[in-house]
């Protein structure tokens, strides 16, 4: 099963909104509501910000939000902060022989 | 609070096996699948498995069968990940993570252990 497909960066000024996107199949994102975006800091686990396409765990800051369209999911960060610099990771439920699907990462740069 | 604590990093030759632990606290352990994902360096996340901690019953990714076992421990909340016939490009961090039932969404991860497959 192929990994989801995440563009390498993206980047914004401290204030600013991003969007960062995660293309899926019909037999992922598709056809499932388990996405979830994952953030990691240099050395440090992955830590869980959206779960469920848009539900925020308890903690995590409401400048972050999911959105799921078809076969493509998004990650929205509202006012940016230089703490937010960190590589953002999706992934999804798959009806595959893998059932569980991560894409490349995107390097989030606060300029 | 949630803590799942790894076992330490690894130094391994081609041809050999590796068991890794996870020792968890802080929460019903029967209350989540706990997970095992690895991430080669500047590579994204690759789940290999989770093993339930009720049944002890597991499922694992096709890439990995035959090659992974993944047990628990109820007794002391722990569990282990054996990967056997280690080869060159199975050097990556691996992580515990725990997933409520079958999610995909892991909520809570260990620090990481260092896995190094090298002659």
């Known amino acids: 099963q192929s990994a989801l497909t995440q563009p390498a960066s993206v980047s914004g000024s401290p204030g600013q909104s991003i969007t960062m996107s995660c293309i899926g199949t019909d037999s992922d994102i598709g056809s499932y509501e388990y996405v979830s975006w994952y953030q990691q800091h240099p050395g440090k686990a992955p830590k869980l910000m959206i779960y469920d396409v848009s539900n925020r765990p308890s903690g995590v800051p409401d400048r972050f939000s999911g959105s799921k369209s078809g076969n493509t999911a998004s990650l929205t960060i509202s006012g940016l902060q230089a703490e937010d610099e960190a590589d953002f990771y999706c992934s999804s439920y798959s009806g595959s022989s893998t059932p569980v699907i991560f894409g490349g990462g995107t390097k989030l740069t606060v300029l | 609070q949630v803590q799942l604590v790894q076992s330490g990093a690894e130094v391994k030759k081609p041809g050999a096996s590796v068991k890794l632990s996870c020792k968890t606290s802080g929460y019903d352990f029967s209350g989540y699948y706990i997970n095992w994902v690895r991430q080669a360096p500047g590579q994204g996340p690759e789940w290999m498995g989770w093993?339930?901690?009720?049944?002890?019953?597991?499922d694992y990714a096709q890439k990995f069968q035959g090659r992974v076992s993944m047990t628990r421990d109820t007794s002391i909340s722990t569990a282990y990940m054996e990967l056997t016939r280690l080869r060159s490009d199975d050097s990556a961090v691996y992580y515990c993570?725990?997933?409520?039932?079958?999610?995909?969404?892991?909520?809570?991860w260990g620090q990481g252990a260092l896995v190094t497959v090298s002659s």
């Open positions: 993570a725990l997933e409520r039932g079958e999610t995909a969404t892991f909520h809570y």
């Open positions: 093993v339930n901690p009720n049944s002890g019953g597991t």
